[in-house]
């Protein structure tokens, strides 16, 4: 198992997986941030 980290979001901590999106923190956390798109079966580009 890999080891969780900590990040600061809104001046919570929150323990992430490696691996795991901001977004995906965040979200799990109930924390809103706004996007315009977010799909995860498009591969990043640029």
Known sequence: MD????ITIDGTALEAAP????????????????TLCHDKRIEEYG
Do not use: D
């Open 3 to 6: 080891k969780l980290f900590r």
């Open 19 to 34: 691996g795991s999106t901001i977004l995906e923190v965040a979200r799990a956390n109930g924390i809103e941030i706004p």
